[in-house]
């Protein structure tokens, strides 16, 4: 009966491919998941105080539509403490249901149907769905293992066209945790400006850098400022994900399309997140250096575990996961990542759920624990080996 009430555009559209196998998981005793991007941690306890100590003094009522005046002050003196860029609070931020909120309001905001996006893959799932959902037509980049899975100024130039009216970016990247360097950032910034196309930087993961260059936003580079959409949040950097924050800052021109957006569609946040994000930006530094450093030594630990396994894998300096190679097996990704939770009870995500250049490789993981991932890593050994002897049985 509802069959023929069904939009054409929606049904097109595929479900996540990181939440099947994370339903998968959840049907299946004694499963070691390495596949959801969450962190952890608990909140840091000072900030989740602050959200209670909001509903105690009553503080449950709407806020204005672009968010507590006082949390979009602490948004933009956070990015002008870390990037020193200056926004102003009135009229260049918004406050969203995460990230994934800014992205669509952002992308809904700017197109026209047929205007063309460029975004690079492998990313993060949501990108494709909202540049479909927003009308748009979505362009992709491959990006290449050989290249640590950065866009070079080359690939970008080749892939625009007359159409061509936003590029996402998103580094650190998920699920690569490829990052780009100031001087890539100038690069392909000089190849924007001269097409005078708009920019949105997912920079979900910007605290979550482990390399000796510290994090560089594309709004740094001359010029660039006046064409980004700079989106954040806080669900990765302050292990918030269910408190569902983020936000996006952009010129106030643009910045008045996507708050009519959400104030249809949203109306504003939820307050107590609100009160608990203020504390986060302002008093949790340390937290997120200690987080920082837990993430670092799983990674390391996690790189040469892929080493003396085998498995080509290059080192990521940025987000919470690595992108091993796994073509040697002779198999799809989701036939890898499907095997190994059925016989070893571990959950990875198979590259190609992140887009069709991500064949060959899984996601893992590492927001978690170092005994679960030492945990996870017997287990997957022993999967690997097997393959090894089946394939040397098949000679």
Request: proline letters at 5%; one cysteine or more; glycine letters at 6%.
């Amino acid at each position: 009966m509802m069959e023929e009430f069904l939009s054409d555009k929606i049904k097109r559209i595929k479900p996540s491919g990181i939440r099947k196998f994370f339903e998968i998981a959840n049907e299946l005793d004694d499963v070691i998941s390495l596949g959801v991007g969450e962190p952890d941690f608990d909140t840091p306890w000072h900030v989740r105080d602050e959200g209670i100590y909001s509903l105690q003094q009553g503080k449950t009522f709407y806020t204005a539509n672009a968010g507590l005046m006082e949390l979009r002050q602490e948004i933009c003196q956070y990015i002008e403490r870390k990037q020193e860029v200056h926004y102003d609070p009135k009229s260049e931020v918004v406050v969203t249901i995460g990230g994934s909120e800014a992205i669509d309001i952002a992308l809904r905001a700017m197109l026209n149907p047929g205007d063309e996006v460029i975004y690079t893959e492998p990313c993060y799932v949501s990108y494709l769905p909202c540049i479909v959902l927003s009308d748009g037509v979505p362009v992709a980049i491959p990006l290449k293992a050989s290249n640590q899975f950065r866009l070079t100024a080359q690939e970008l130039e080749e892939a625009i066209t007359p159409k061509t009216k936003v590029v996402i970016l998103s580094f650190p990247n998920n699920p690569t945790g490829a990052v780009m360097s100031r001087k890539d950032l100038e690069a392909i910034s000089e190849v924007i400006k001269r097409h005078n196309l708009v920019v949105i930087s997912d920079e979900i993961y910007s605290e979550l850098t482990y390399s000796e260059e510290r994090h560089v936003s594309i709004v740094e580079i001359d010029g660039m400022r006046e064409r980004t959409v700079l989106i954040n949040g806080f669900s990765k950097a302050f292990a918030m994900t269910g408190w569902r924050m983020g936000y996006a800052l952009a010129p106030h021109i643009l910045m008045q399309q996507m708050i009519k957006i959400h104030q249809f569609t949203i109306m504003a946040a939820p307050t107590t997140s609100q009160y608990a994000g203020i504390d986060a930006l302002r008093n949790c530094d340390e937290d997120v250096s200690e987080m920082r450093e837990s993430y670092n030594q799983r990674r390391r630990y996690l790189l040469k575990e892929m080493e003396r396994l085998g498995l080509p894998c290059f080192e990521p300096f940025g987000a919470f996961y690595i992108f091993p190679n796994i073509s040697e097996f002779g198999m799809t990704s989701e036939e890898f990542a499907s095997r190994l939770i059925q016989e070893e009870r571990v959950a990875v995500v198979p590259g190609n759920a992140f887009g069709d250049c991500g064949e060959g490789f899984v996601r893992i993981s590492y927001a978690y624990s170092l005994s679960s991932l030492k945990k996870a890593l017997e287990r997957l050994e022993r999967f690997i080996v097997r393959l090894r002897q089946e394939q040397e049985d098949t000679k």
